[in-house]
């Protein structure tokens, strides 16, 4: 079964600061990643994904994330931070079933704070 | 093109009524997903369907939620009856069928408070 651990529920950075937030997953097959970002009373959306193409996925608003398999890690990061990118960040992944289908597993969110 | 449309917004019930949670698609997707997200939990899968059909309802947490899709259009999440412990925030999602990554695009979602 596949899971996903976000390391700290909240992150407070300084505008202007570096942004990093930690995602690990366990999968049994090599594995989609995705990270969705929720902004305040809007949908789920998909920040970048990663499809075993190149392990460094650039994304949308200057967000881009590693994958590293050796530690089963997918962290997010961006240089500088904006106001404009306070909101909730959520890392899942994705199996393919036997089916052909396949369901998202999510992370428990981190919320990013970013002060003045 | 529209996104992933919810209706209502927000529900707020009594313990015991019920309630019927409304989601749209993207046009021409065929993969429909609802996701519960609990305060403080993950948002966690409940079911998929793929055109009226339903895939997967594996994640469906007790038969008092009952989830259709008639046509293969829009679907319905209906719970009866409602209980506290299902207070949370209600996500549709939709794809293609065959879309490379199972890309899925997200509803705003409806936060439902059961009192």
């Known amino acids: 079964a596949q899971s996903v651990t976000q390391l700290g529920s909240h992150v407070s950075v300084s505008e202007g600061a570096l942004v990093l937030l930690r995602c690990n997953y366990s999968?049994?097959?090599?594995?989609?990643l995705f990270w969705y970002v929720q902004y305040p009373n809007q949908g789920l959306q998909l920040l970048l994904k990663y499809t075993s193409a190149a392990t460094l996925v650039k994304g949308i608003n200057g967000f881009e994330a590693e994958f590293k398999k050796s530690e089963t890690s997918f962290h997010l990061t961006k240089p500088s931070a904006h106001m404009s990118d306070a909101a909730e960040y959520f890392c899942?992944?994705?199996?393919?079933?036997?089916?052909?289908?396949?369901?998202?597993?999510f992370g428990k969110g981190t919320m990013l704070l970013v002060s003045p | 093109e529209a996104g992933v449309t919810q209706f209502p917004s927000h529900s707020v019930i009594e313990k015991g009524q019920t309630v019927t949670l409304r989601c749209d698609p993207i046009s021409g997707h065929d993969n429909l997903y609802w996701y519960r997200r609990v305060m403080g939990k993950e948002i966690k899968f409940l079911l998929h369907f793929v055109k009226e059909s339903k895939q997967d309802e594996s994640g469906m947490p007790n038969n008092r939620f009952l989830a259709e899709r008639t046509g293969g259009t829009y679907s319905t999440l209906k719970v009866q009856p409602a209980e506290l412990e299902d207070s949370g925030v209600y996500f549709c999602?939709?794809?293609?069928?065959?879309?490379?990554?199972?890309?899925?695009?997200f509803g705003p979602g409806t936060r439902l408070t059961v009192l």
């Open positions: 999968s049994s097959v090599p594995p989609y």
């Open positions: 899942a992944v994705s199996e393919i079933e036997d089916s052909g289908y396949s369901t998202l597993t």
């Open positions: 999602a939709s794809s293609q069928v065959g879309s490379p990554y199972n890309e899925q695009f």
